[in-house]
């Protein structure tokens, strides 16, 4: 639905409240046992990938009936300082999983594999066989050719010969069973969970979160860094969290300054040449 002004307007905490804010999440990743990620289009909008509902967001520009600018490809963008700097918390044993609505594919190319990540609404660059459900991850954008949801490839398989398409979930679809069942599982485990550049709007994917801040047994606490607000800032803030209001490169910047954690840039392509 379209958005008033008040939901698309942004807000930034100002310098002072952004180094507290930064040095809050920094203390809560070091205490947490278990941390989960969730991650919405906020987090690739300096790959130069659109958001959603932000000022220049697709569904912002549609709904006043402008039709968005894609400065990139889905093929020519690359992971952002924060989704290395997810990797690196990955590799400190600060970051146990990761859930994302996005289908850019960007953290599995930035070195998280299917195991260690949820991918709610699909992959751009994975297509699967719709007779036996075998999955390809390709180096190119798979959903750019297609008749229907085919994509003019068949299965690998000589004993299946299946035809491929896309894995993409569009409004309407449900979310894959199994993507979702872990996604669940990880975060009704976490003692932490941080929200990055999601204006929480599509259900299910934002209601998982809560599997964590309402849990009967030693509740965890919500994160937010959104610069829009969202429904759940209440929630965030009754958990012992709170809702960010930065871009989140900036923010994640002085996170991992704090954490005394060097970002490695992004080089080797982990998606696609594995």
Known sequence: ??????????????????????????????????????????????????????????????????????????????????????????????LQFVVSTNVDGLHRRSGFGADEMSELHGNGFKEYCDKCGKDYIRAFDV?????????????????????????????????????LEKAMVHTAKADLVIMLGSSMRVSPACNIPEESYLRDDNPGKFVIVNLQKTNYDDAAKESGGFRVGAKIDDYFTRVMDILKLKVDPFADDAMINS
Not at 18 to 35: D, N, P
Not at 44 to 60: E, F, H, I, Q
Not at 151 to 167: H, P
Request: include cysteine; aromatic fraction near 6%.
């Open 143 to 179: 959903t750019l050719k297609r008749s229907g949801r085919h994509t003019g490839r068949l299965c690998q398989d000589d004993k299946c010969n299946g035809k491929l398409r896309d894995s993409i979930i569009n409004f309407g679809e449900n979310l894959p069973e199994k993507e």
């Open 1 to 94: 639905s379209a958005l008033n002004e008040e939901e698309i307007k942004e807000f930034y905490d100002s310098e002072e409240v952004l180094q507290e804010k930064a040095e809050k999440l920094a203390k809560l990743i070091s205490e947490s046992k278990y941390t989960v990620v969730h991650t919405g289009a906020g987090i690739s909008t300096a790959a130069k990938l659109p958001d959603y509902r932000g000022p220049s967001g697709v569904w912002t520009l549609r709904s006043k009936g402008y039709e968005p600018q894609f400065q990139v490809t889905l093929e020519q963008a690359t992971p952002t300082f924060t989704h290395m700097a997810l990797v690196k918390l990955k590799e400190s044993k600060m």
